[in-house]
């Protein structure tokens, strides 16, 4: 069983792209010492911790991974509000100056509520900032990967039972029109591609990160309209693995793509 409740204790370690990808998140937001934040997606709250280092102000994260919610509570000396609560539930209205909602946007299953939950939940002024995987290659060498399993003999009959859980847009427009529609102003709206040269990946880094995130997709079994054959996700997992190592140049290093939505956007 491969969900966010499963994943959540060795997430801190692996969730390294979601944590660099954060770091321009933040740069967008300058979130200051009196501002109230909603950690919207806040996983074991690593990043809501930071949240806290940098706002005196009310700081509260919401998730609706139990196991993710209580990681984040097991950490938690700093007073932050932890919820198991979906994006698609949150009833807040007027509470947070920002909203930060980092590497779970491609997760809701409502995006159009959660938005506009998320408007009613900001006063007005107030800002959020998202950033989520993008497009339908939002990371070649993932989908190059579970390739092997569509076409491998051992996996590829139940793996075309897969549905995926995700949603992914191919424009930056078309998520600013989900964030227009809710009534915000969008400042800004843009999808990056990340070559990661600089920070060489080897293979088995490249399956550790597989596993913080696009594992709770591809080896769940509820993203699978037929049971699973009992040793497919081992089976799924070795695949994947080597599909990794066959990317490795000669030195064992990975290059790295990734393409990310960063969004920024205001209620009047
Ligand atoms: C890859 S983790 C990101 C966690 C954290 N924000 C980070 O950057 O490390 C994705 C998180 O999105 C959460 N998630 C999934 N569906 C969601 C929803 N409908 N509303 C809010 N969060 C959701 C998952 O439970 C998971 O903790």
């Known amino acids: 069983m491969n969900n966010f409740t499963t994943i959540a204790p060795k997430y801190q370690q692996t969730a390294v792209l ?3 990808a954060s770091e321009q998140l933040f740069d967008m937001l300058s979130i200051s010492r009196t501002d109230d934040v909603l950690d919207l997606g806040c996983g074991t709250g690593h990043l809501t911790r930071k949240i806290r280092s940098f706002t005196k102000g ?8 139990e196991g993710m919610v209580t990681v984040a509570q097991r950490n938690n000396q700093d007073g932050i509000a932890f919820h198991v609560q979906p994006a698609e539930n949150l009833d807040m209205v007027d509470q947070f100056d920002v909203i930060f909602c980092n590497s779970a946007f491609q997760w809701f299953r409502n995006p159009s509520l959660a938005i506009s939950n998320c ?3 900001l ?4 800002r959020m900032a998202m950033q989520a995987p993008a497009r339908n290659d939002y990371c070649p060498n993932f ?5 092997s399993l569509r076409e491998h003999p051992d996996t590829q ?10 949603f992914f847009l191919e ?4 998520y600013a029109d989900i964030f227009a529609k809710a009534g915000f102003s969008v400042v800004s709206s843009a999808i990056e591609t990340v070559r990661q040269r600089s920070t060489p990946t080897r293979a088995f880094e490249m399956f550790e990160m597989f596993e913080s995130g696009a594992a709770a997709g591809y080896l769940n079994p509820d993203c699978y309209n037929v049971m699973l054959p009992s040793k497919y996700i081992s089976i799924a997992r070795g695949l994947i693995e080597r599909q990794f190592e066959s990317q490795a140049a000669h030195d064992g290093d990975v290059e790295l793509t990734f393409h990310r939505i ?3 956007g205001r209620r009047p």
């Open 123 to 126: 006063s007005p002024g107030g």
């Open 119 to 121: 408007y009613s939940a």
């Open 18 to 20: 979601q944590k660099s």
């Open 157 to 166: 009959e139940t793996f075309a039972h897969f549905h995926s859980p995700w």
């Open 58 to 65: 009310v700081v509260v994260g919401i998730d609706p991974s």
């Open 262 to 264: 960063y969004l920024l």
């Open 171 to 174: 424009t930056a427009e078309e």
């Open 143 to 147: 989908v190059l990967a579970v390739c």
